[in-house]
Nanobody
Framework: QVQLVESGGGLVQAGGPLRLSCLAS????????MGWFRQAPGKEREFVAR????????YYADSVKGRFTISRDNAKNTLYLRMNSLKPEDTAVYYC?????????????????WGQGTQVTVSS
């Protein structure tokens, strides 16, 4: 069992940066893949980025590639999402998730554990 808690969301002007954090706790999850997803009102949850706790290949959605950076600090059991050059279109509730490292990275149904989400609002 893994518990995930996101933090760092807030209101930011377009073009600004913001860093989200996800603290993980519970049973061993070193073999998990960690992902960030987001969901805007009236839209389905969409994939943002993914990384394994053990490292390896990182995946990004095309919409955030070059602007967002996913990373993790295994010693602190914390996942991060550094967001730069934010756009109003990035406004959404952001969720971190943990799942089998061998599952499809962009399929939210393949993740077993989810945080409660943190709101990110980008003003124009």
């Amino acid at each position: 069992q893994v518990q995930l808690v996101e933090s760092g969301g807030g209101l930011v002007q377009a073009g600004g940066p913001l860093r989200l954090s996800c603290l993980a706790s519970g049973r061993t999850f070193s073999r998990y893949a960690m992902g960030w997803f987001r969901q805007a009102p009236g839209k389905e949850r969409e994939f943002v980025a993914r990384i394994r706790w053990s490292g390896g290949i990182i995946y990004y959605a095309d919409s955030v590639k070059g602007r967002f950076t996913i990373s993790r600090d295994n010693a602190k059991n914390t996942l991060y999402l550094r967001m730069n050059s934010l756009k109003p279109e990035d406004t959404a509730v952001y969720y971190c998730a943990a799942g089998d490292a061998n599952s499809r990275y962009d399929d939210n149904t393949q993740y077993d554990y989810w945080g409660q989400g943190t709101q990110v609002t980008v003003s124009s």
